[in-house]
């Protein structure tokens, strides 16, 4: 037996020793008295609540199951793929149907069906172009549950996989799932809940892949845990299931605005088996705005709390002991935001009205609460390793709190219906950033009012000094100082960047030969550093003349790929010259081969850990130096060089200026015999200056002294140790003190190429 999975369980029984011990101590020697007994009560009631939700978490980590990959059966069952859609856009659908017809299955026994909520033409007219079948129905009767009960009456297979519209199956996605059902008493196989992009705590924190998007944990280890208990949740996505079994309940469950949850327990209520298959199967998009979020998390917790009303798990008929405990600890945790909002009221009530929550000692919390949170901490990090984060997990909790807190008590006391909303995916490309109001402003009322109540604090603690009654303020300033760091740290979560519409990119290592098609043909040898969608980007080991449209043959895991692309960005950094292409022209066939290049690569383990820098410290100080290098939409078509090269400038007169503009720009005209006279002799105001940037789209000139020209004049630019020269047009004037500086746009296509070509000659880039 493995010994490290042994100390983890010493460390679990000690942990749920160790918690029983406290919340003990708690309920017989802390709380106080008079009508403060309440606040006590409250308090202590929501410590309890998460010590059992936390014994039950505990227990399911005790075995964990864990399945290896079945034996495909002989004869293979029919399967229908359903693609519950609603408003998504055609290219997240059309990522999605590729991904689907990319999985390997005989296809005679696989139909792939788009249905369509949204009853919309652009849908039917995608499905028919990519070769699927489409369904709709006149209304949006019992929401996404209708929808695939729909599509159920019109199908017969007889295994039934449920994606949502943005989630791309892996190729392998039935041939590691289809082989449980050898077993025919299994209902359903889950496989995790994945997302390619960055979640909202990813991307606007700077921390990316440093840190797992947080559904991770539940997906991977929780789900394992409660498979022991044959209590798998169905997470409406990413399954597969048996038509049998979901017959036998008369398909998916109705009446809430969670059908996933319902569905799963009552057909493990039937007696059916389920399986949680923790290997990634099928990636998807993650909400990438906090509004998002919170109306997504709003709808799983008021869903939650609607199953548990309709279908008691208590008194489910079916159910075993524990299949109960773990539902019904399920929709407890939605209550997480209630729960976190007594933790920041409690000490702002002490402090600022003096009832107390707690009755106890310095000496006692050092002693009792102290050890128990520090040896719980400990172990959980050593049974989880860095699948979780006690400073993560409070930031998640932190910013949904104002929202769930409220949602939660609405559903439990006025039972208000709410109207099923999709969450938004692939259509969130934000060109500007801004503040989250929806958490900002509850947020920044409970600082202001904790900054108060702490201010206060001090002030009572000060005077209590002089009577030895000092441990409600040192124990209260200590908790509101805890919550004070964790609404500020939160505060970076709700200021939301900007995001680049290519930011779901893959990083990959392929070869890749870039032919230029406008010039020479020439193949010029570079290393992928990431795909996307539609491009890549690439490393040259050197500068390179690249044409605005090129070629690329991409040597990739799955085969090679031969794209027409436009270059988008090209730019110098430390390891070489950096270039980035979007492909254009692509036929349905090479479409469908490049989703599988980009999506169908195994999951890397590490992108669902902590990294070892991810704790406060680490991620305040990226943050912060992230934010102030921050920069948005910088779009460098050509390499930027810092150079210092001697330069004479010749302003020209406007018809003269005119003429060289349109003879750079190909005109067959021109009213000044302009190819007649040699640069040189078009000297009218002639300076020295000097060249201090270069790209092959133009150039940055500093002069000593203080220059008029105005922007749109045009320039002879003669560099004499080269004996080279070029026109160009003003775009920029800046005069600082003495100096000025000049940025100048080239006219002629030539000199892009051939000034590079002279200053690789003379060793300058």
Known sequence: MDYKMNIKRVLIILSLLVSWIYI???????????????????????????????TLNYITLFKPTKYAKPELPKVLPTVDIFIATYNESSDVLTRTILGCKNIEYDKEKMNIWLCDDGRRAEARKLAEKLGIKYLDRPTNEHAKAGNLNNAMAYTNGELVVTLDADMVPKPNFLKHTVGFFNDQNVAFVQTPQSFFNEDIFQYNSFQGRNIPNEQDNFMQNIQSGRDRFNAAIYVGSNTIFSRTALDSVGGFATGTITEDMAT?????????????????????????????????????????IQTIRKWNPLTLKGLTVMQRLLYLGSASYWYFGLFKMIFILSPIVYLLFGVPFLNTTVSAIMTIWLPYFLFTNIANYIINGRKVSFFWSNIQETILTPSLAWAVLVETILKKPIKFKVTPKGIQSKK??????????PASVLLFVSLIAAVKGVLVLIDSLEYGYYAGPIINLFWICFNIVLILCSFMIAYERPRDSQAESFER????????????????????????????????????????????????????????????????????????????????????????????NKVNEEDIEYGEKSG??????????????????????????????????????????????????????????????????????????????????????????????????????????????????????????????????????????????????????
């Open 432 to 441: 500007e950033a801004s503040l989250n109001k929806a958490f900002l402003k």
């Open 616 to 765: 406060m410290v680490y991620a305040i100080s990226k943050y912060i130096f992230s934010m102030s290098k921050l920069t948005f939409n910088q779009k460098q078509l050509s390499p930027k060089f810092q150079v210092s090269i001697l330069c004479l400038l010749t302003l020209l007169p406007e018809p003269l200026g005119n003429a060289v503009e349109e003879v750079a720009v190909g005109k067959e005209k021109s009213n000044l015999p302009i190819k007649d006279i040699p640069y040189s002799g078009r000297i009218i105001d002639q300076t020295e200056a000097s060249i201090v940037d270069i790209s092959t789209g133009g150039c940055q000139i500093s002069l000593p002294k203080q220059v008029e020209m105005a922007i749109g004049s045009k320039l002879d630019v003669f560099l004499p140790e080269s004996n080279y020269s070029f026109a160009g047009e003003i775009i920029q004037v800046n005069n600082d003190g003495k100096d000025s500086t000049v940025d100048v746009q080239f006219l002629e296509e030539d000199s892009r190429e051939l000034l590079y070509d002279k200053m690789k000659q003379d060793n300058r880039i």
């Open 24 to 54: 003990g101590w708690r309920f017989l020697y802390t709380l106080p008295t008079g009508w403060a007994l309440i606040a006590g009560l409250a308090l202590v009631t929501v410590e309890l609540i998460l010590i059992i939700q936390s």
């Open 509 to 600: 290592d392929y070869e890749v030969d870039i032919v230029n098609v406008s010039s020479n043909h020439s193949s010029i040898k570079a290393k992928c550093l990431d795909v996307f969608d539609n491009g890549c980007t690439v490393m040259l080991p050197e500068l390179e003349r690249l044409d605005g449209s090129v070629k690329l043959i991409i040597h990739g895991k799955e085969g090679e790929h031969e794209l027409e692309a436009r270059l988008t960005y090209y730019n110098e950094y430390s390891e070489g010259y950096k270039a980035q292409f979007t492909f254009f022209h692509m036929p349905l066939e090479q479409t469908q081969a490049w989703v599988r290049e980009v999506y169908g």
């Open 264 to 304: 799963g327990m009552l057909l493990q209520a039937k007696g059916y088996k389920t399986i949680a298959y923790s290997e990634v199967l099928a990636q998807g998009l993650a909400p990438e705005s906090l509004d998002d979020l919170i109306s997504q998390r709003i709808r799983w917790a008021r869903g939650n």
